[in-house]
T-cell receptor, first 112, second 113 residues
Framework: SQQGEEDPQALSIQEGENATMNCSYK?????LQWYRQNSGRGLVHLIL?????REKHSGRLRVTLDTSKKSSSLLITASRAADTASYFC????????????FGKGTRLSVIA | DAEITQSPRHKITETGRQVTLACHQT?????MFWYRQDLGHGLRLIHY???????NKGEVSDGYSVSRSNTEDLPLTLESAASSQTSVYFC????????????FGPGTRLTVT
């Protein structure tokens, strides 16, 4: 069963606005990762945040992690039509041999 | 450039047939994974391998098998295809079991009629 649960399931915004997606998880983690999936394509890794980090930036992406609340958020600033995609969080459990667990994703539509 | 490829990209088969989906990576990663993606379920792990001769069951392994005879390939076999196995299948590889990112293939769309 999925550990990460994204919220909202779908999000529609205008180009230039910011998009925020949230991810909640249940057990302790080593790290949390965000991936993007364009329609009909495989997932692409965006950013990884470790359990001892609180915030991380990459270009227009900002990820926060609150381990006390077991939650993370992905902020895309100044969104573009090309950001239209599904976004997934994935958690790496603390037990070293367990693979990543993916959430169900947030479908983001950016309207030009 | 290193890459991960899947074949075929699309496959239509009949119920009861054996089907093998290929996955090949040139990253030289020890860790490889198979997922299926269905509407409403996100990505679910089928099988994974942490090295040659190592295979492990994932969340939805019933009806599927894998074998790992070399570093580059992890074929996924559906022993007797069922309509419930109609899905999009993704292969991925990683330099570590969980601490690093995964690299995904383009996917195989399988339809079982």
């Amino acid at each position: 069963s999925q550990q990460g649960e994204e919220d909202p399931q779908a999000l529609s915004i205008q180009e230039g606005e910011n998009a925020t997606m949230n991810c909640s998880y249940k057990t302790s983690i080593n790290n949390l990762q965000w991936y993007r999936q364009n329609s009909g394509r495989g997932l692409v890794h965006l950013i990884l945040i470790r359990s001892n980090e609180r915030e991380k930036h990459s270009g227009r992406l900002r990820v926060t992690l609150d381990t006390s609340k077991k939650s993370s958020s992905l902020l895309i600033t100044a969104s573009r039509a090309a950001d239209t995609a599904s976004y997934f969080c994935a958690t790496a459990p603390n037990s070293g041999n367990t693979p990543l667990v993916f959430g169900k994703g947030t479908r983001l539509s950016v309207i030009a | 450039d290193a890459e991960i490829t899947q074949s075929p990209r699309h496959k239509i088969t009949e119920t009861g047939r054996q089907v093998t989906l290929a996955c090949h990576q040139t990253w030289n990663h020890n860790n490889m994974f198979w997922y299926r993606q269905d509407l409403g379920h996100g990505l679910r792990l089928i099988h994974y391998s942490y090295g040659v001769q190592d295979t492990n069951k994932g969340e939805v392994s019933d009806g599927y098998s894998v074998s790992r005879s070399n570093t580059e390939d992890l074929p996924l076999t559906l022993e007797s295809a069922a309509s419930s196995q109609t899905s999009v299948y993704f292969c991925a590889s990683s330099a570590s079991k969980g601490a690093r990112e995964q690299y995904f293939g383009p996917g195989t769309r399988l339809t079982v009629t």
